[in-house]
């Protein structure tokens, strides 16, 4: 379950950032938080939102999402870039391996071949529909993107989210994986200090890309937390 709090001021804001920091100090992996311009936004990856319109939107194939990126985006980039990902597997490797090798395959797949999520990084960054949603490890980052471009709303918001102990894509429920800072890509990873969660369900032969909000709780359980933060646009600084 979500958890919904209001806060009045920044001062608030801070002060549940730093006691969620506290409760969670021994974990390897931070709290990460995500800021939106509208408390009534959904934790919404941008493929979602490109294809909101389309009947396919609602379960995407990571097969077809990989072809589509593999070929000419890739190409394209590489181009204009001069950078090559010479290390990314073909679309006929990554299709082979997942009939061949079952459930599970796809978590140890992105785990053994880093180029995968640095060129998917890369696409997010630049505006490409991209299935991985991004996170901040500071709330200060979070803030700002949430106050950046406020539209007509009364309030924003900043999600925050602590992962659960959980056993990947041991199951064929949707599951969601949480990639790391590590791995080389646009400089705005960096500064950012972004990490990504993608979210998948497991198929006979392919893995289906599902929503967040489908899964986010489950995934903070059963010692994590999901909470979502709304605050006044008009927020005091005490």
């Given at each position: 379950?979500?958890?919904?709090?209001?806060?009045?001021?920044?001062?608030?804001?801070?002060?549940?950032?730093?006691?969620?920091?506290?409760?969670?100090?021994?974990?390897?992996?931070?709290?990460?938080?995500?800021?939106?311009?509208?408390?009534?936004?959904?934790?919404?990856?941008?493929?979602?939102?490109?294809?909101?319109?389309?009947?396919?939107?609602?379960?995407?194939?990571?097969?077809?999402?990989?072809?589509?990126?593999?070929?000419?985006?890739?190409?394209?980039?590489?181009?204009?870039?001069g950078r090559r990902w010479d290390s990314f597997p073909?679309?006929?490797?990554?299709?082979?391996?997942?009939?061949?090798?079952?459930?599970?395959?796809?978590?140890?797949?992105?785990?053994?071949?880093?180029?995968?999520?640095?060129?998917?990084?890369?696409?997010?960054?630049?505006?490409?529909?991209?299935?991985?949603?991004?996170?901040?490890?500071?709330?200060?980052?979070?803030?700002?993107?949430?106050?950046?471009?406020?539209?007509?709303?009364?309030?924003v918001v900043v999600y925050a989210f602590v992962q659960?102990?959980?056993?990947?894509?041991?199951?064929?429920?949707?599951?969601?994986?949480?990639?790391?800072?590590?791995?080389?890509?646009?400089?705005?990873?960096?500064?950012?200090?972004?990490?990504?969660?993608?979210?998948?369900?497991?198929?006979?032969?392919?893995?289906?890309?599902?929503?967040?909000?489908?899964?986010?709780?489950?995934?903070?359980?059963?010692?994590?937390?999901?909470?979502?933060?709304?605050?006044?646009?008009?927020?005091?600084?005490?």
């Amino acid at each position: 379950m979500i958890e919904i709090k209001s806060v009045n001021s920044w001062s608030e804001y801070l002060e549940e950032v730093r006691c969620l920091a506290r409760s969670y100090a021994d974990r390897h992996r931070p709290p990460l938080f995500r800021g939106l311009a509208n408390c009534k936004w959904s934790l919404q990856t941008t493929l979602e939102r490109y294809y909101e319109d389309e009947k396919i939107s609602n379960d995407p194939s990571f097969l077809n999402y990989y072809r589509g990126a593999s070929l000419s985006p890739k190409s394209a980039v590489e181009t204009l870039i001069g950078r090559r990902w010479d290390s990314f597997p073909d679309y006929g490797k990554v299709r082979n391996g997942l009939e061949e090798n079952g459930v599970g395959w796809l978590d140890q797949l992105l785990a053994g071949e880093p180029e995968i999520y640095e060129f998917f990084i890369y696409l997010r960054h630049h505006a490409y529909p991209s299935p991985l949603l991004d996170w901040t490890a500071s709330p200060y980052v979070a803030a700002l993107f949430a106050f950046d471009k406020v539209n007509s709303a009364e309030a924003v918001v900043v999600y925050a989210f602590v992962q659960g102990r959980s056993s990947g894509f041991s199951r064929s429920e949707p599951k969601l994986s949480l990639v790391g800072p590590y791995g080389r890509s646009h400089a705005r990873h960096l500064s950012q200090q972004c990490w990504y969660t993608l979210c998948v369900e497991r198929q006979s032969e392919d893995y289906l890309i599902r929503p967040h909000d489908e899964v986010i709780t489950e995934a903070a359980e059963p010692d994590g937390k999901v909470l979502k933060l709304e605050i006044p646009c008009a927020c005091p600084l005490g």
